[in-house]
């Protein structure tokens, strides 16, 4: 039987990271993995391929709307191959994929796929596809076996008419009319996606707004944005039933008044949300807790309720995301090392790749309420920056929320072109607990999106904002 420091159960961005970091600090590392390829959720079915889809409509609707504007003619019609983009997808997919196979070689990082199950708290069984298993030993374990989408208890997947993000990454023909159940991220992107390919897109969200837990001014301002791309909200609507018939799909919802409003599609994508998985992971016989959520129980170093084990990921408790994930697989790794690591989880960035992009950080404005904290708010528009002006980006704004007394930035949200990466720099100015004018007294360069930072941090500092 082999014998290691540290088995990872799960090759998502918390897995694989955690297991390249425990074979750099000397310790050896096995990492389980159930499916034929790594790389979890986010690179099978999550961040990546969605992002290349994003990207691949992103560019037919500029071919169709936009390029026209800048003086490029297309003789003939522009047209989806659908079949291709989809292929395209798949390419990046597994390139990235064999890049995560190509780092478990190089640092050192046995392989096995399988199921693992734990016989105990130091006893791994991995399972094949075939029935055929082995077991290996453990002194440590990470659990980083990721989430699946959930659904509601009255719909039914069929995984056809009625799918998933999984499914909808993969489908064979655009949809007439895509109902998206759920106006969180996974379904804004999506939505986006098949609109911009020319499909009817309707978004049923229970709650009052889009995007919840973001800051409010952010969700108005992307809904308002995406209505003038065509997508059809339906908030304060709750579905109360899904049906299939043929290649038919019926869902029916109660408006805020309680009246049954009907939608027909051809598809409906339920993104409702993650649940933790867990399945076939036996962690009762380690001792590990399961708590009523269904994610893995930890504390504060992300040891679960067996010592020698620990979670990380979507499997724990907190944001979904990749980022966070790969945070807490660095976290674990520098903690069995013996170091002292440290994650803010204020400052993990939160972002929404439609476009405009939307992105975050920090506290909201009704977080900083709720809190009675007194803050000033400064906020620039993109429509005034010159670089949104040649690129003709024009939606959306940078807002930044700083503390009323010391002047230290709080919370940062932005939706606009460019805002995945733009947050960065907000996360930078955080992680040093910078003020506002700190931010507003350093040089951006011109023109670059930027800049509205800067101005936003004028802004905000006192009021006085140059180009506006
Ligand atoms: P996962 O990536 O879910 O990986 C868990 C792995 O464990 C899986 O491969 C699974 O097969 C394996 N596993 C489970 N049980 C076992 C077992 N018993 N034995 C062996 N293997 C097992 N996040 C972002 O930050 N940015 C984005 O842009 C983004 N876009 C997304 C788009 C979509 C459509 C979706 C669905 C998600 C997106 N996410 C995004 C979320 C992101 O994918 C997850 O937060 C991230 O993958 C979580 O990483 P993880 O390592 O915890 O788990």
């Given at each position: 039987m082999s014998t290691y420091d540290v088995a990872v159960i799960g090759s998502g961005p918390g897995g694989y990271v955690a297991a390249i970091r425990c074979a750099q600090l000397g310790m050896k590392t096995a990492i389980i993995e159930k499916y034929s390829t790594l790389g979890g959720t986010c690179l099978n079915v999550g961040c990546i391929p969605s992002k290349a889809l994003l990207d691949s409509s992103h560019h037919y609707e500029h071919a169709v709307k936009h390029f026209e504007d800048h003086g490029i003619e297309i003789p003939g019609e522009v047209k989806i191959n659908l079949e291709k983009m989809i292929a395209r997808k798949q390419a990046v997919v597994d390139q990235t994929c064999d890049g995560v196979s190509f780092l478990m070689k190089k640092n050192n990082i046995d392989v096995y796929e399988g199921v693992g199950a734990f016989k105990d708290a130091t006893h791994l069984t991995i399972t094949k596809a075939d029935g055929s298993s082995e077991e290996i030993e453990a002194k440590h374990s990470i659990i980083a076996t990721g989430s699946k989408p959930s659904t509601l208890p009255f719909i039914s997947l069929d995984k056809e008419r009625v799918i998933t993000s999984t499914e909808a990454l993969k489908l064979k023909e655009v949809p007439k009319h895509l109902v998206v159940i759920g106006g969180g991220v996974i379904g804004l992107e999506l939505g986006q996606v098949y609109r911009r390919l020319g499909a009817e897109v309707s978004v049923i969200e229970y709650m009052d707004r889009i995007i919840p837990g973001m800051d409010k001014s952010l969700a108005r301002e992307l809904q308002k944005v995406m209505k003038k791309q065509g997508v059809k909200f339906y908030t304060s609507h709750k579905v109360t039933s899904v049906t299939t018939s043929g290649n038919e799909v019926k869902i029916t919802a109660d408006d805020k008044k309680g009246n049954p409003v009907e939608f027909t599609g051809d598809y409906c994508l339920v993104s409702v949300g993650r649940r933790p998985y867990t399945d076939g992971l036996n962690a009762e016989a380690a001792g590990v807790k399961i708590n009523e959520r269904g994610q893995v129980e930890v504390n504060d170093h992300l040891q679960t309720s067996a010592s020698n084990i620990y979670a990380i990921g979507d499997v724990i408790k907190g944001a979904m995301l990749a980022h966070k994930a790969e945070e807490e697989g660095v976290f674990v790794a520098e903690t069995l090392a013996g170091q002292k690591p440290h994650i803010d989880y204020n400052l993990i960035p939160g972002v929404v790749y439609t476009w405009p992009e939307v992105a975050a950080v920090g506290k909201t404005e009704e977080e900083l309420k709720e809190a009675g904290v007194n803050y000033k708010a400064g906020q620039f528009p993109f429509r005034a920056l010159g670089r949104s002006r040649a690129s003709a980006d024009l939606d959306g704004f940078v807002k930044i929320l700083a503390d009323a007394t010391t002047d230290e930035v709080l919370g940062v949200h932005m939706v606009g072109a460019r805002c995945a990466d733009l947050i960065a720099e907000a996360v930078t100015a955080m992680e040093f607990r910078a003020s506002a004018e700190d931010i507003s007294r350093m040089s951006h360069a011109h023109?670059?999106?930027?800049e509205a930072i800067k101005e936003a941090a004028l802004a905000a500092t006192d009021n006085r904002p140059l180009h506006i």
């Amino acid at each position: 039987m082999s014998t290691y420091d540290v088995a990872v159960i799960g090759s998502g961005p918390g897995g694989y990271v955690a297991a390249i970091r425990c074979a750099q600090l000397g310790m050896k590392t096995a990492i389980i993995e159930k499916y034929s390829t790594l790389g979890g959720t986010c690179l099978n079915v999550g961040c990546i391929p969605s992002k290349a889809l994003l990207d691949s409509s992103h560019h037919y609707e500029h071919a169709v709307k936009h390029f026209e504007d800048h003086g490029i003619e297309i003789p003939g019609e522009v047209k989806i191959n659908l079949e291709k983009m989809i292929a395209r997808k798949q390419a990046v997919v597994d390139q990235t994929c064999d890049g995560v196979s190509f780092l478990m070689k190089k640092n050192n990082i046995d392989v096995y796929e399988g199921v693992g199950a734990f016989k105990d708290a130091t006893h791994l069984t991995i399972t094949k596809a075939d029935g055929s298993s082995e077991e290996i030993e453990a002194k440590h374990s990470i659990i980083a076996t990721g989430s699946k989408p959930s659904t509601l208890p009255f719909i039914s997947l069929d995984k056809e008419r009625v799918i998933t993000s999984t499914e909808a990454l993969k489908l064979k023909e655009v949809p007439k009319h895509l109902v998206v159940i759920g106006g969180g991220v996974i379904g804004l992107e999506l939505g986006q996606v098949y609109r911009r390919l020319g499909a009817e897109v309707s978004v049923i969200e229970y709650m009052d707004r889009i995007i919840p837990g973001m800051d409010k001014s952010l969700a108005r301002e992307l809904q308002k944005v995406m209505k003038k791309q065509g997508v059809k909200f339906y908030t304060s609507h709750k579905v109360t039933s899904v049906t299939t018939s043929g290649n038919e799909v019926k869902i029916t919802a109660d408006d805020k008044k309680g009246n049954p409003v009907e939608f027909t599609g051809d598809y409906c994508l339920v993104s409702v949300g993650r649940r933790p998985y867990t399945d076939g992971l036996n962690a009762e016989a380690a001792g590990v807790k399961i708590n009523e959520r269904g994610q893995v129980e930890v504390n504060d170093h992300l040891q679960t309720s067996a010592s020698n084990i620990y979670a990380i990921g979507d499997v724990i408790k907190g944001a979904m995301l990749a980022h966070k994930a790969e945070e807490e697989g660095v976290f674990v790794a520098e903690t069995l090392a013996g170091q002292k690591p440290h994650i803010d989880y204020n400052l993990i960035p939160g972002v929404v790749y439609t476009w405009p992009e939307v992105a975050a950080v920090g506290k909201t404005e009704e977080e900083l309420k709720e809190a009675g904290v007194n803050y000033k708010a400064g906020q620039f528009p993109f429509r005034a920056l010159g670089r949104s002006r040649a690129s003709a980006d024009l939606d959306g704004f940078v807002k930044i929320l700083a503390d009323a007394t010391t002047d230290e930035v709080l919370g940062v949200h932005m939706v606009g072109a460019r805002c995945a990466d733009l947050i960065a720099e907000a996360v930078t100015a955080m992680e040093f607990r910078a003020s506002a004018e700190d931010i507003s007294r350093m040089s951006h360069a011109h023109p670059t999106f930027t800049e509205a930072i800067k101005e936003a941090a004028l802004a905000a500092t006192d009021n006085r904002p140059l180009h506006i």
